[in-house]
């Protein structure tokens, strides 16, 4: 028998993990390995998504990131004993190996069996291109009840943001032009963005603000007008209720996760703009300079936004 799982940290015990990353970079393992079982048929095993992570705790960081509330198991994986036993017995082949060969009942691999493992972001979303509705539909599947109440909230016509604080480094302009990833972007723009979008509205769109930062950390951007912060108590609430946005202002994977699932306009700082592929788009928007106006071409959701400045 073959299995495809998502090891999510090198630290790996089967029931729980030593220092893995956030949830929006453990989902890119545990969707390739979901879209690589459903297309040859075979089975998925649980991943071990319960961590333990010392760095949120000494930041003292709202989420310490722990995620072993987040999810409840389908009862088509391998789970429990069954899962440990494969996992402890099977041969172990990475995700390049593992593309060839043959799945199925007719394959033969010994008593042993096969386990594929999946890590890391390799591609990030672009493996995931035209799986959209699989890979929502997925999430919402294995997520607790309690964590699908938020995305009865309320976005229309307004910003929602995301500023992530916690371990990335402080601003540097010509690294986040570069492309590089873990350094926040500045609050100066995300401020002078608001203020392109609601000059291009019309009106003074009220801007919901998500972050792990305190808000002694974010208070030049609490001042704006009409200004709210919002969470809805675990990471996986708050990334559903952004799904929901009518723009995005992404900060790292954990925001574009929401716009890939929600198909979500975005607004990028220079240099950070990635492919998310989601289903029947190429793009979900564009980048932005500090004092240029909305570009002249957004995704039909900010159509109206556009023709009303």
């Not at 494969?86 to 199925?104: F, M």
């Not at 990471?235 to 723009?247: F, G, N, Q, R, Y």
């Not at 699932?261 to 592929?277: A, D, M």
């Not at 989601?278 to 039909?300: K, V």
Request: charged content about 25%.
């Amino acid at each position: 028998m073959r299995y495809a799982y998502a090891r999510l940290s090198r630290w790996d015990f089967g029931a729980f993990r030593l220092f893995g990353p956030g949830l929006g970079n453990l989902l890119f393992p545990w969707v390739r390995s979901v879209i690589y079982a459903r297309r040859r048929g075979i089975p998925v095993i649980w991943p071990t998504w319960p961590q333990l992570k010392l760095g949120p705790i000494l930041r003292r960081e709202r989420d310490k990131r722990m995620y072993g509330n987040l999810f409840a198991c389908p009862e088509d994986y391998v789970r429990g004993t069954e899962k440990l036993r494969v996992l402890t017995t099977a041969r172990k082949v990475s995700e390049a190996d593992g593309r060839g060969g043959v799945d199925g009942p007719k394959a033969r691999y010994g008593s042993r069996g096969e386990v594929i493992e999946f890590r890391g972001m390799e591609g990030l979303f672009r493996p995931l291109r035209g799986a959209g509705d699989l890979v929502l539909a997925e999430l919402l599947r294995m997520t607790r009840e309690e964590h699908k109440k938020s995305m009865a909230h309320d976005f229309s016509s307004s910003i929602t943001i995301h500023v992530r604080m916690g371990d990335f480094a402080p601003p540097v302009d010509s690294k986040l032009r570069q492309g590089s990833h873990n350094v926040r972007v500045p609050l100066e723009w995300y401020i002078d963005t608001i203020c392109a979008i609601r000059s291009a509205a019309g009106s003074a769109w009220p801007v919901w603000i998500f972050s792990d930062g305190a808000d002694k950390e974010l208070m030049p951007l609490l001042r704006v007008p009409h200004t709210n912060r919002l969470g809805f108590g675990s990471a996986i609430s708050d990334m559903l209720a952004m799904s929901k946005s009518t723009v995005l202002l992404p900060s790292s994977t954990f925001s574009m996760w929401a716009a890939y699932l929600g198909g979500v306009p975005t607004i990028w700082y220079p240099g950070q703009k990635r492919e998310l592929y989601p289903a029947g788009a190429e793009s979900l928007g564009s980048e932005r300079e500090y004092g240029q106006p909305l570009a002249a071409r957004l995704p039909d959701r900010l159509a109206p936004l556009e023709d009303s400045g």
